[in-house]
């Protein structure tokens, strides 16, 4: 599937939305990122995985992904390259943690997943979970990326990238066309 393809999935399912937004950040945007709608129908999160795969270099022992979402991804793409999965999950300090027993082994070659990406914050985090574990992170994976510059600290392939524009409100060009402004929720 081509990333033409991959947005009008996403926009089908709900998970990106067009219209005039105001931004939890204060600027407006065209459009919206509503990423639990990607988890939702199990063929549109295999078609984002399906396309991610071919762009990793492997081989891998285990794959792992964070609360939430990036756990559902880890799963699906466990279950696509025939591996175990771990879940990271977030500690009261709001680090990660590898929990229940299952986990990293020393040594192992580690596959990092996230759903989407906005500031790479939970993969970090996931990555040092890893490590703490003594697996080695060979690369790192995500649905849709969303960073407008990629993390200086680890590389990241993705199945979609989509980096959204985003306006100051007295420079939107959709203000200037009267259209209603949307808050949404957080
Ligand atoms: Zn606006």
Redesign the pocket.
């Known amino acids: 599937m081509t990333s033409a393809d991959l947005l009008m999935l996403a926009k089908k399912c709900g998970a990106v939305k067009e219209g005039?937004f105001l931004l939890t950040s204060g600027l407006?945007s065209g459009v919206y990122v509503e990423k639990f709608h990607l988890l939702e129908y199990p063929e549109i999160l295999s078609e984002f995985v399906e396309a991610l795969l071919p762009k990793l270099e492997g081989p891998f022992d285990r794959v792992v992904g964070p609360a939430l979402g990036g756990m559902i991804v880890a799963y699906e793409v466990a279950s696509q390259l025939g591996i175990p999965a771990s879940y990271a999950e977030k500690a009261r300090d709001g680090s990660f943690v590898l929990r229940r027993g299952h986990g990293v082994s020393k040594g192992e070659r580690v596959l990092v997943v996230d759903d989407v990406m906005t500031t790479g914050g939970s993969v970090r985090k996931t990555i040092e979970a890893v490590r703490e574990r003594g697996g080695e992170v060979v690369q790192v994976g995500v649905l849709v990326d969303r960073t407008a510059e990629s993390p200086a600290d680890f590389s990241c392939v993705s199945a979609l990238r989509y980096v959204l524009p985003a306006?100051k409100?007295e420079e939107?060009p959709?203000?200037a066309k009267d259209l209603p402004?949307l808050r949404l929720g957080g």
Do not use: I, T
């Open positions: 005039h407006h306006y409100p939107c959709l203000c402004l």
